[in-house]
């Protein structure tokens, strides 16, 4: 005997991805996170097969970070005054022109540390222009009673893209060596461009009243500040990006692919991921109504992966941090984009993601310079356990405000 479809309940099941827009949108994102998953683990062993050190390595990282930072606020600007799919349309178009500049000069042995760095920067500020647009644009997409969803259902797809790409990162380096593995990724970014392109959403900020860029950049700020709970954790997330990027992108390849083989680093990077995914289906049934005092809380398990890669001997124990690290992650991760979505005005969004980018990534160059250096004067283990340290520590101070206590999810 059949039972008849319920179409409400057929709709509910689909969620945020029964929109069109939607679905081009997490598409071409996840598509382009798939190659952007497997462009750090090829860009590490690029440097290394090259004869750089932890610091030049350092430096190659530092410089794509460095061009990031410099460009976003730009780029936030721009998102709140032109067409958000142009943005990321056009980026991503570039992206794999640059990428695939480079995957040429790697097979062709003609690749050189400057030429990295130089193709890192370019790649690094082409990216950038359109980060601040591509986050907001979920509220284009679908209706806000079930942006919550969206947001959940868009991170989860990203991280699970992502999870394969470390993965698919790390055999072909392994395999084919690091120039396929960027030409792979510069493959991605076509792709992505082409889903971005169907996107047909509405331009909300009209271009009339506008007080120039640094006006715009001026009301973008005000509105950072307005929000304690907002500028507190952009200031907590500098201090992570400080410490963590360089113990993630630059003593993890040593440590980890030194003492496991290459291969493991990818599958270290790929468990994280599937953290990221754990955390991201949790969030699709878990709605707390505190969810930045929650996602804060559960922010301090990431220290479980630099404490992991200190004191383990074993593989295992290092895996089982890594997927602690993205389960904590996600959560937060979440509950922090819904809070953006769901309390800042439309016509600031941009600005607002890009203030939270550049705060949160301003200090990450740095320690990617220092932490070759720093790591070598003091010891990578007690290096790596100072990080977990600051990790932890930042996110239970960060409880400590009310405002993140008290801010509730509508």
């Given at each position: 005997?059949?039972?008849?479809?319920?179409?409400?309940?057929?709709?509910d099941?689909?969620?945020?991805?029964?929109?069109?827009?939607?679905?081009?949108?997490?598409?071409?994102?996840?598509?382009?996170?798939?190659?952007?998953?497997?462009?750090?683990?090829?860009?590490a062993?690029?440097?290394l097969?090259?004869?750089?050190?932890?610091?030049?390595?350092?430096?190659?990282?530092?410089?794509?970070?460095?061009?990031?930072?410099?460009?976003?606020?730009?780029?936030?600007?721009?998102?709140?005054?032109?067409?958000?799919?142009?943005m990321?349309?056009?980026?991503?178009?570039?992206?794999?022109?640059s990428?695939?500049?480079?995957?040429?000069?790697?097979?062709?042995?003609?690749?050189?540390?400057?030429?990295?760095?130089?193709?890192?920067?370019?790649?690094?500020?082409?990216?950038?222009?359109?980060?601040?647009?591509?986050?907001?644009?979920?509220?284009?997409?679908?209706?806000?009673?079930?942006?919550?969803?969206?947001?959940?259902?868009?991170?989860?797809?990203?991280?699970g893209?992502?999870?394969?790409?470390?993965?698919?990162?790390?055999?072909?380096?392994?395999?084919?060596?690091?120039?396929?593995?960027?030409?792979?990724d510069a493959?991605?970014?076509?792709?992505?461009?082409?889903?971005?392109?169907?996107?047909?959403?509405?331009?909300?900020?009209?271009?009339?009243?506008?007080?120039?860029?640094?006006?715009?950049?001026?009301e973008?700020?005000?509105?950072v500040?307005?929000?304690?709970w907002l500028?507190?954790?952009?200031?907590?997330?500098?201090?992570?990006?400080?410490c963590y990027?360089?113990?993630?992108?630059?003593?993890?390849?040593?440590v980890?692919?030194?003492?496991?083989g290459?291969?493991?680093?990818?599958?270290?990077?790929?468990t994280?991921?599937?953290?990221?995914?754990?955390?991201?289906?949790?969030?699709?049934?878990?709605?707390?109504?505190?969810?930045?005092?929650?996602?804060?809380?559960?922010?301090s398990?990431?220290?479980?992966?630099?404490?992991?890669?200190?004191?383990?001997?074993?593989?295992?124990?290092?895996?089982?941090?890594?997927?602690?690290?993205?389960?904590?992650l996600?959560?937060?991760s979440?509950?922090?984009?819904?809070?953006?979505q769901?309390?800042?005005?439309e016509?600031?969004?941009?600005r607002?993601?890009?203030?939270?980018?550049?705060?949160?990534?301003?200090?990450?160059p740095?320690?990617?310079?220092?932490?070759?250096?720093?790591a070598?004067?003091?010891?990578?283990?007690?290096?790596?356990?100072?990080?977990g340290?600051v990790?932890?520590?930042?996110?239970?101070?960060?409880?400590?405000?009310?405002?993140?206590?008290?801010?509730?999810?509508?």
């Amino acid at each position: 005997m059949t039972t008849p479809v319920d179409v409400d309940t057929v709709r509910d099941r689909l969620g945020p991805l029964r929109y069109p827009d939607f679905r081009w949108l997490v598409t071409g994102t996840a598509t382009s996170g798939l190659g952007n998953a497997i462009a750090p683990v090829a860009l590490a062993f690029a440097v290394l097969d090259l004869g750089g050190s932890a610091s030049d390595l350092g430096l190659v990282v530092a410089a794509y970070a460095l061009a990031e930072v410099v460009t976003i606020l730009f780029g936030g600007v721009l998102g709140d005054r032109v067409p958000r799919q142009l943005m990321m349309e056009w980026s991503a178009t570039a992206c794999a022109a640059s990428q695939g500049v480079l995957a040429v000069l790697l097979l062709g042995g003609w690749a050189t540390l400057p030429a990295i760095g130089l193709i890192g920067v370019a790649t690094g500020c082409l990216g950038a222009l359109s980060s601040p647009s591509a986050n907001a644009m979920t509220r284009l997409t679908v209706p806000r009673d079930v942006l919550g969803s969206a947001v959940a259902v868009r991170s989860l797809l990203q991280t699970g893209a992502a999870v394969v790409g470390y993965c698919v990162g790390g055999v072909l380096v392994a395999a084919t060596g690091s120039g396929w593995a960027i030409a792979v990724d510069a493959a991605t970014f076509v792709v992505a461009a082409l889903f971005f392109s169907r996107l047909r959403v509405p331009h909300t900020r009209p271009d009339a009243g506008s007080t120039g860029f640094l006006g715009d950049l001026g009301e973008g700020l005000r509105e950072v500040l307005r929000h304690t709970w907002l500028w507190l954790l952009i200031g907590q997330a500098l201090l992570y990006h400080l410490c963590y990027g360089g113990a993630q992108s630059v003593l993890g390849p040593i440590v980890v692919g030194d003492g496991f083989g290459r291969s493991a680093w990818g599958l270290a990077l790929g468990t994280l991921m599937a953290g990221f995914v754990a955390g991201g289906l949790l969030c699709l049934r878990w709605r707390p109504r505190h969810g930045l005092y929650v996602g804060t809380a559960m922010l301090s398990l990431t220290a479980a992966f630099p404490v992991a890669m200190a004191l383990s001997d074993h593989l295992l124990p290092i895996l089982v941090g890594a997927f602690l690290h993205g389960l904590g992650l996600q959560v937060f991760s979440v509950q922090w984009d819904v809070s953006i979505q769901q309390n800042i005005r439309e016509e600031m969004l941009s600005r607002v993601y890009s203030f939270d980018m550049v705060g949160s990534f301003v200090a990450r160059p740095l320690g990617l310079v220092l932490t070759g250096p720093v790591a070598g004067l003091v010891g990578y283990q007690d290096w790596l356990l100072l990080v977990g340290l600051v990790m932890a520590a930042s996110s239970f101070g960060a409880l400590l405000s009310t405002d993140v206590r008290r801010l509730q999810r509508s």
